[in-house]
C-alpha cells in the first residue's frame, strides 16, 4: 500500500493527513502556533514555528497507525495565502511574516492602484484590486518602514513555500499561490514585470513559478535526519488554501461552486475563463488544476458572526444544539430582523474596512431565537451576494457543495439552500486543504490519473438539501432590503470609523 501527505499551513496551525492510495483517510494530527498582534490591525507569525510544528504533525500522523515512511509515495501542501515571508541571502528570516489577515497597508494600497493608473488598469494587469491582505502591499510596506530589512530580502515566500524550502532547500511557488501576490499576471501565468516596475519591486525577489501538480523538490537529508520522513520524497508543489479547499471538495470542473462557512465564507467557482470582474469586487486567481481559474468572494465574518453572538451576547455555557433549536422554532426572515455581518469590515462585495455589524429592525418581540436565526440569514446573505457576482461573470453555476462548521446545522443547510434558492450538497468526507494538498500530492506523482478521476471516485455527494419554494420567496424579498442596507450605511460608517471608539 502506498500513501500520500497533505500538509495545511494554516493562521492557527499545521494539519497534516495521510491518504492511501484508494483515497482513504488513514489518518490526521494537528499542531497550533501563536500569532503575534503587536499593534492594532497587524498579524504577525514566526515561520520557525511553522517548521516545529510541521516536523511534529508530520512524525505524529507516521507514528499513529505505525506507517512504513518508504511505503509514502509524495507529499504536497496547502497554505494560508497572501502572507510574506522575508528571506536574506543566507536564506534565514528576516523578520516575523506578515500575514493575510494584517491590516497595515492602506496606504500602499492606495499607492499601487495611482501608480498602476487606477482600479480599472490595475485588474487587467493582475485581475485584481489591490487589498491590504495582498503580498505586494506588505513588500512595499517593508520597504517604507523598515528600509533596513528591505535592503536584506533575497526572496519573498508564501508560507507553505517556506516549509517547502525547510523540507527540499528547492525555491519555487505554484500558480495558485503567486496569483493572490498582486504581483501575478492570471492569465499568463507569470510575474508582471510591467506592474513590478511601475511600483519598483525588484522580480528577482519573486520565486520560480511552476503549475501546483508540478514537483517541486524532495525531501532532504537534513529533513528525514529531523522527521520519520525517508530522503527523496516527491514534495509536489500544491496550493493556497482555497485552491486546495476547492481540490478537496471536487471542485474541479465548471459548474461546481463551493461554499464555505468557516470562520470566514467563501464562494468559490471554477472557471476555464481568465476574465477578471472589471471592478474588482470578485477575485480571480489561478486554480490548482492546471489551465483553470477560480473566481472567489470572501466575507470576513461568517461563523465568527456566530461565536461572537454565542460568547459576548449569551450564556458561553449555551450549547450549539440549543441555539440552534431556538434558531430552528423561528419563522424564515426572523419576523424582520436583518443582521449585517460586517463585524470587522467586509471584503465581498463591497471591499470596506470600515463596515461594522448591525442588527435592523428590532422590535419588543424579538429574542434570542431571532437574533440566532437573523445571524444564520445575514451570513447567508452576504454569501449570496459572491454567488450573484459569479453569475454575473456568466459563470456556470449548476451545482452548490456546502462545507465547513456553519453546514453542519441542520437549520442553517436549509436556510442555504432556501436564500441561494438551489439544490445544497453536502460531502462524505470534509477534511479541508489538507486533503485537497493529499490529492495534489497524488495527481503529481501518478498515483491519481487526473483531478477528474481522482475525484468522481473518492468525493461523493451524501445528501442534498431541497429549498423550501415559499422560503426562497420570502427570502428573495428580505435580501432586497439587505442588499439596500450597506450603501445607506457606508458614508456613516466612515464617519463613525474616525471617532475614537
Request: net charge neutral; hydrophobic share 40%; with cysteine.
Amino acid at each position: 500500500m502506498q500513501y500520500l501527505m497533505g500538509l495545511d499551513i494554516g493562521t492557527s496551525g499545521v494539519k497534516a493527513l495521510l491518504l492511501s492510495q484508494n483515497g482513504e483517510i488513514i489518518t490526521t494530527a494537528t499542531e497550533s502556533y501563536p500569532l503575534d498582534t503587536p499593534k492594532a490591525g497587524w498579524a504577525e507569525q514566526n515561520p520557525k514555528d511553522w517548521w516545529e510544528a510541521v516536523v511534529k504533525v508530520i512524525n505524529k500522523t507516521i507514528n499513529k497507525d505505525n506507517i512504513n515512511p518508504a511505503d509514502i509515495a509524495g507529499l504536497s501542501l496547502s497554505g494560508q495565502m497572501h502572507s510574506s515571508v522575508f528571506l536574506d541571502e543566507n536564506m534565514e528570516v528576516i523578520r516575523p511574516a506578515i500575514l493575510w489577515s494584517d491590516t497595515r497597508t492602506e496606504k500602499q494600497c492606495k499607492e499601487i492602484e495611482n501608480k498602476a493608473g487606477g482600479l480599472e488598469n490595475l485588474i487587467k494587469k493582475v485581475s485584481n484590486p489591490a487589498l491590504e491582505g495582498f503580498t505586494a502591499p506588505k513588500i512595499l510596506w517593508l520597504k517604507q518602514n523598515e528600509p533596513e530589512n528591505y535592503k536584506k530580502v533575497n526572496y519573498v515566500l508564501m508560507p507553505k513555500d517556506y516549509i517547502r524550502y525547510k523540507l527540499t532547500g528547492k525555491i519555487n511557488t505554484e500558480v495558485s499561490d503567486a496569483a493572490g501576490t498582486l504581483l501575478f499576471d492570471v492569465k499568463k501565468k507569470e510575474w508582471s514585470k510591467e506592474l513590478a516596475k511601475l511600483i519598483d519591486i525588484d522580480t528577482n525577489i519573486l520565486p520560480p513559478v511552476i503549475e501546483s501538480v508540478e514537483v517541486g523538490g524532495k525531501v532532504n537529508k537534513s529533513t528525514s535526519q529531523i522527521s520519520e520522513l525517508k530522503e527523496g520524497i516527491p514534495v509536489v508543489a500544491g496550493g493556497a488554501d482555497n485552491a486546495c479547499g476547492a481540490v478537496g471538495s471536487g471542485i474541479i470542473k465548471e459548474g461546481r461552486v463551493m461554499v464555505s462557512i468557516g470562520s470566514s465564507g467563501v464562494v468559490l467557482a471554477q472557471t476555464n475563463n481568465a476574465t477578471a470582474d472589471s471592478k474588482g469586487r470578485i477575485h480571480l486567481f489561478n486554480h490548482a488544476k492546471p489551465n483553470s481559474w477560480y473566481m472567489m468572494g470572501v466575507m470576513l465574518s461568517a461563523g465568527v458572526s456566530f461565536n461572537w453572538l454565542k460568547n459576548s451576547l449569551f450564556d458561553q455555557n449555551m450549547d450549539y444544539e440549543e441555539l440552534n433549536k431556538k434558531a430552528e422554532a423561528v419563522a424564515p426572515g426572523s419576523e424582520g430582523l436583518i443582521f449585517l455581518p460586517y463585524l470587522y469590515g467586509e471584503r465581498t462585495p463591497h471591499n470596506d474596512a470600515n463596515a461594522r455589524g448591525v442588527f435592523f429592525g428590532i422590535s419588543g418581540r424579538h429574542k434570542q431565537g431571532h437574533f440566532i436565526r437573523s445571524v444564520m440569514e445575514g451570513v447567508t446573505f452576504g454569501l449570496k451576494d459572491s454567488l450573484r457576482l459569479i453569475k454575473d461573470q456568466d459563470v456556470k453555476i449548476e451545482e452548490i457543495r456546502a462545507i465547513g462548521g456553519g453546514v453542519k446545522s441542520r437549520v442553517w443547510q436549509q436556510i442555504l439552500a432556501d436564500i441561494m434558492g438551489q439544490n445544497i450538497k453536502l460531502l462524505n468526507v470534509e477534511e479541508g486543504p489538507a486533503y485537497g494538498a493529499a490529492i495534489i500530492a497524488g495527481v503529481g506523482v501518478e498515483i491519481f490519473n487526473s483531478f477528474q478521476k481522482v475525484s468522481e471516485k473518492i468525493i461523493k455527494v451524501e445528501e442534498e438539501i431541497t429549498p423550501i419554494k415559499e422560503n426562497v420567496k420570502s427570502y428573495e424579498k428580505y435580501y432586497q432590503i439587505y442588499k439596500d442596507l450597506y450603501p445607506s450605511l457606508k458614508t456613516e460608517y466612515k464617519k463613525l470609523s474616525k471617532l475614537n471608539y
